[in-house]
Every structure is written in C-alpha cells, then in structure tokens.
C-alpha cells in the first residue's frame, strides 16, 4: 500500500507540473490556454530528440525543454495570444483549441503517429526496497524536482519584485501601469514562464506518460481537473489537488482495474460538490 502511495504521489507532483502553468496563466493573467498540453509536446519531443539523435545527456534535456518551451511560448504571445487577451472566454478557448489541434498535426506530420521511447539513463531506472516500500528511481527522482520547483514558484511569487509587479498587473493594470510597471513585460514573462513549465513536465513525463502527437488532448482533462478541483487563487490549491487526484488515479487502478480510470472523476466530482470554487479558493474569487 505504501508503495502505490508513493507512486500515486509521484505521479500527482508529475501532474502539478504539468498543470502549475495552465493555473498562473488562467489564474493570474485571467487567460483560458487549452494549448498548454501542446507546450508540455514540445518540451516531451524535444527532449526525446535530443537524448536519441544529438545524445544529449538527460539532466541536459531537461533545462533545454524549459527554454524551447519557454522561447515559444514568449513568440506566441507576442504574435497570436496578445490578440485575444481580453476577449471573451469562448474566443480564448476556440482560438487555443485550434493551436492544439495545429500544433498536434504539426508533430504527427514530422515526427510520425507512433509512441517516442525515451531511454533514461541507469541511475534512474531501476526501484529499490525501503522499509518494506517499493521506491522507483526515476519517481524519487521526479518528487525531488518538483518539491524543489515548487518551493522556488512559492519564493517568487511571494517574496520577489517580479511576483508583487505581477500581483499588482492583475489587480489593477492601470493603476500598475500609473506606477511604471511594464504590463507587457510583465504578462510576456509570466505566460513564457508557464510555457517554459510544460515543456520541463513533458520532458519529464515523456517516460511515466509516453508521449505521441495525442499527448496535449489525451492530458488536457487532466490539467483542468487539477485546476478547477485545486482553484486558480494560489499554487497551494493545485498542488493538493495534484496529490490527491494523483494518489487516487493510481490507487483505483490498481485494486479496481475494471473501474479504475473513473476514479479520478469521482472524486473531481465529490471535491467540486464540497467547494465549487476550488480547495484553496476564496468564495467568490476567480
């Protein structure tokens, strides 16, 4: 039972990666991406290239999908998404649905429908047996970073010049804008840095998740289950929310196989039926 414990948490911090851009975004910049799931594609694939054709070492790949991810994300903000910002809902969806539909054609078209196998190296296969709990490498591994990514997102939006510009652009743009901040900028870094998320949680995800051109469809229930159970107000909401669904999914998989995969709904379910705004989401707030 532990070690499904340990996994299912593993996969829920897995999740929260994946996810913590799709909440700043919506949450912070009040934005509806549904292409996030095709940045965290591009940060999977280009981390599968460069390990297989350019043997890049792994611990390599993963900043390298940050930053691809990361320089796209800011080109497209640039140059499609600054032109749907405050447009209705319904525009955001239509338009970042078709990117994800064009970006999935894209990669099917050069990279081929099949699944991309991703070696990792020999220190992170492998499971060792602790206290009697089954620990996967590869997973430890995976909780150490996001611990550690999470810890680093909560110092820099609370205690950094840029996460107080970041609060005030939101609140108030034109009063911020009185002040000197520079919207732009700001907005531009906060959606690249969100980007740049998905694409490190689709480089670590592309061995536990698989990754193929279905990948920004086939998780994208996931990245809105987690925003909408966890709320979009902080990143304590989606990281619990992570958790718990992840230990879940992991854990109705595993002992009712037959019924398993709905587990995570149900319990989406009965957390939005307890709080309709979100675990850690004010009532009333966004």
Known sequence: MLTILFDGIAYGMLLFVLACG???????????NLAHG????????????????????????????????????????????????????????????GLTFMAMAMVDYFMGSQQQLLHLP????????????????????????????VIGLQLILSKTRFGSRLRA??????AASGLGININLVFLSTF????????????LGADLLGMDPTFPIKYMIYFLIVVAVGGTSSLTGPLVASLLLGVAD??????????????I??????????????????????
């Open 38 to 97: 095709a940045f965290a594609m591009v940060g999977g694939y280009v981390t599968v290239l460069a390990m297989q054709r350019l043997n890049v070492p792994f611990l390599l790949c993963l900043p390298l999908a940050f930053i691809v991810s990361a320089v796209m994300g800011a080109i497209l903000e640039r140059t499609l998404y600054k032109r749907v910002y405050g447009q209705s809902h319904l525009n955001q969806v239509l338009f970042s649905i």
């Open 192 to 203: 690249a840095f969100g980007s740049g998320l998905a694409g490190l949680g689709g480089a």
């Open 250 to 263: 992991v854990a109705g998989k595993y002992y009712i196989p037959t019924v398993g995969a709905f587990i």
């Open 22 to 32: 799709l909440s700043v975004t919506l949450g912070l910049m009040n934005f509806i």
């Open 265 to 286: 709904y149900c319990v989406m379910i009965i957390m939005l039926m307890w709080r309709p705004q979100g675990l850690f989401a004010r009532a009333g707030g966004k």
């Open 169 to 174: 652009s939101v609140d108030d743009p034109r």
């Open 122 to 149: 020999e220190w992170l296969s492998g499971r060792s047996v602790v206290g009697g709990v089954g620990i996967g490498h590869y997973r430890l591994f995976v909780i150490v970073i996001c611990v550690a990514l």
